[in-house]
């Protein structure tokens, strides 16, 4: 009786270990693939692990999906690679995906955009009703992907009446969608569109650019030197200082106020226009409240950014073109005044003489909604 017994328990281990066995090799796969590295570091055995991952077959979907809400870019490659490979495979073979799960994931907005982008996407081949059934209530999604899908959809409406010449109906549409899009491209075309119906629309002010700065320059930046070196304005901006700059020339800060597009800085104007030059743009603006920013920027030439008098974003690159918002920044406002100071320095390669010697910068959330602030620069 006792050999009888004990049989019977170790059968059940094993019956109730499968589960359990199956998990476990599960979670080791997905922590090989967030293992990967930057330059190929771990590639060969993500990608062992890819195709162990791929085996485990649909049951192991929705755990890949979750996995991508922490993964690295390059791991969230591996991964997205494999949903498609698992969800495409399981589709040829006639069988069905979880639909009902990716739906509940997707309405499950503390995962990632990403991860629940991609269940979207399987969700709308899957369930041909899905898009009309979600989008509408995605307008105010904290993804800006599936945001941008909703937003979509309320342009299509507005672009048909204002086709059908309906004025009122167009513009109630379109301010509709501009209340939720973010996406540069989605408000450009909103801007157009009021332009040709006679509706004053300021694009600058509603992304929330900065315009009214003090500048100082212009510096010593031939053969880079002066990206790396600490002039008074990097320790520190006193604004009724005095300083000895590029060719020993007295430098003072000076107001601006740019009157150009998106915001645009042009040191040219203020300053004139040089090379293996780098002038420092400086803004004050007071927060109601703490709160996490990103301080986006974009700058062709090689650009530091600082809040508060710290270092929160560097790269020296030249010429590498310009880009909305490429420059991201993630810091904290305090309450009250918060100094803002950008350090924008040029080379002197004559083929590039015409290279802008400009920046842009605003001050968002994560997604990309300008933040309240009141510009105070000059006012202590």
């Known amino acids: 009786m006792r050999a009888v017994f004990t049989v ?7 019956l109730l270990g499968a589960t359990n066995a199956q998990t476990a090799e599960l979670t080791t796969l997905l922590a090989r693939i967030h293992s990967v590295g930057k330059e190929g570091k771990g590639n060969a055995d993500a990608a062992r692990a890819w195709r162990e991952l791929v ?16 993964a690295s870019p390059t791991a969230a490659n591996w991964l997205r690679s494999a949903i498609d490979a698992i969800a495409e495979k399981t589709q040829l073979a006639g069988k ?3 639909a009902a799960k990716f739906e509940a994931f997707v309405r499950e ?12 996407e399987w969700l709308v081949k899957t369930d041909a009703t899905a898009a009309g059934r979600l989008l509408p209530g995605m307008l105010n999604d904290p993804g800006a992907e599936l945001r941008r899908e909703a937003v979509e959809l309320v342009l299509k409406d507005a672009h048909k009446l204002f086709d059908k010449d309906d004025k009122p109906g167009a513009i109630a549409a379109y301010k509709k969608a501009l209340e939720s899009a973010r996406d540069i491209d989605q408000i450009q075309l909103i801007e157009k569109r009021f332009k040709k119906m006679g509706v004053e629309f300021d694009l600058t002010a509603h992304l929330g650019f900065i315009t009214r700065w003090m500048i100082a320059g212009p ?3 031939t053969q880079g030197k002066g990206y790396h070196t600490e002039f008074p304005p990097d320790k520190g901006v006193d604004l009724k200082a005095v300083y000895t700059g590029k060719d020993k020339k007295e430098v003072r800060w000076q107001e601006f106020v740019t009157t150009q597009p998106l915001g645009v800085v042009d040191f040219k104007k203020p300053i004139g ?3 293996g030059a780098l002038a ?14 990103e301080i986006r920027c974009a700058s062709g030439p090689a650009v530091r950014i600082y809040l508060n008098g710290k270092e929160i974003y560097t790269r020296e690159e030249y010429h590498h073109g310009v880009e909305l918002d490429q420059h991201i920044a993630p810091g904290v406002l305090k309450e009250g005044r918060n100094e803002i100071l950008v350090k924008v320095c040029n080379n002197e390669l004559k083929e590039d003489k015409d290279e802008p010697w400009a920046f ?10 300008p933040v309240r602030i009141a510009v105070v620069t000059g006012k202590r």
């Open 273 to 275: 226009a040089l090379q």
């Open 109 to 120: 907005t503390r995962h990632s955009g990403q991860a629940r982008r991609l269940a979207y």
């Open 219 to 221: 510096f010593d930046n």
């Open 360 to 369: 842009q910068l605003r001050i968002c959330d994560a997604l990309g909604t």
């Open 96 to 98: 069905p995906l979880p």
């Open 8 to 14: 019977i328990i170790v059968a059940g281990i094993g």
């Open 280 to 293: 420092y743009a400086y803004t004050a603006v007071n927060s109601e409240k703490e709160q996490r920013v």
């Open 55 to 70: 085996k485990e077959g649909p049951d192991a979907l929705m755990e890949i999906l979750t996995s991508l809400d922490d």
